[in-house]
């Protein structure tokens, strides 16, 4: 059975920066275009940023671009969020999730999802 685990996150003060991983197992990685969410309580899980599988073309969030970088190593099979300058406003839950469809910014969308990893910005 394939697995996406999230690790990474933390409390951190505004300003401050975080690395997320998404280890990724039992699953061919490089096939898959990959993405990160964002989960508050009462709202719907946001679309942060995707990636695609061949290109590795990026895409963000209107209130990420600039901030925060997705990105792949596909020989470690591990998908990476790097979030710098980070607000009150980016804490959250956040998943990381894989699609066999084309790269979308949909939750419903992707296929296979882990389990999470807190992140706090404290003003």
């Known amino acids: 059975q394939g697995q996406l685990a999230e690790s990474g996150g933390g409390l951190v003060r505004a300003g401050d920066s975080l690395r997320l991983s998404c280890a990724v197992s039992?699953?061919?990685?490089?096939?898959?275009?990959m993405g990160w969410f964002r989960h508050t309580p009462g709202k719907e899980r946001d679309f942060v940023a995707a990636i695609s599988e061949t290109t590795q073309a990026t895409f963000y969030a209107e209130s990420v671009k600039g901030r925060f970088t997705i990105s792949r190593d596909n020989a470690k099979t591990t998908l990476y969020l790097q979030m710098n300058s980070l607000k009150p406003e980016d804490t959250g839950v956040y998943y990381c999730?894989?699609?066999?469809?084309?790269?979308?910014?949909?939750?419903?969308?992707?296929?296979?999802w882990g389990r999470g990893t807190q992140v706090t910005v404290s003003s």
């Open positions: 039992g699953r061919p990685f490089s096939t898959y275009n």
């Open positions: 999730a894989a699609t066999n469809r084309a790269t979308t910014r949909t939750p419903e969308n992707y296929d296979y």
